[in-house]
């Protein structure tokens, strides 16, 4: 069982910045594909960033491309979103999530993911 914490959530101005941090528990997170996915009310979870587990392979929604980086820090079990340049609609509940394999061709789907955080709301104003 791995549990997921995500943090930094907040409210910024359009053109601003947050960082995003998720805290995993686990012996084997270095060897998990790490993802990170939004939600607006009324609409389906959508995917932002995914993450080898070396952190050597990243992938990234059209909408976030240039202006959000993943990362993860694997001796700290935590994986971040850097979000810059931040746009009205990026405002969204963030989640983390984790495969307890090596990222596949599906990791931008909802269900190559075993487990998730309880979401950070992320608001950004014009």
């Known amino acids: 069982q791995v549990q997921l914490v995500e943090s930094g959530g907040g409210l910024v101005q359009a053109g601003g910045s947050l960082r995003l941090s998720c805290a995993a528990s686990g012996r084997t997170f270095s060897s998990y594909c790490m993802g990170w996915f939004r939600q607006t009310p009324g609409k389906e979870r959508e995917f932002v960033a995914a993450?080898?587990?070396?952190?050597?392979?990243?992938a990234y929604a059209n909408s976030v491309k240039g202006r959000f980086t993943m990362s993860r820090d694997n001796a700290k079990n935590t994986i971040f979103l850097q979000m810059n340049n931040l746009k009205p609609e990026d405002t969204a509940v963030y989640y983390c999530?984790?495969?307890?394999?090596?990222?596949?061709?599906?990791?931008?789907?909802?269900?190559?993911?075993?487990?998730w955080g309880q979401g950070t709301q992320v608001t950004v104003s014009s």
């Open positions: 999530a984790a495969a307890p394999t090596p990222c596949l061709r599906s990791i931008s789907e909802r269900y190559a993911y075993d487990y």
């Open positions: 993450i080898s587990g070396s952190g050597g392979t990243t």
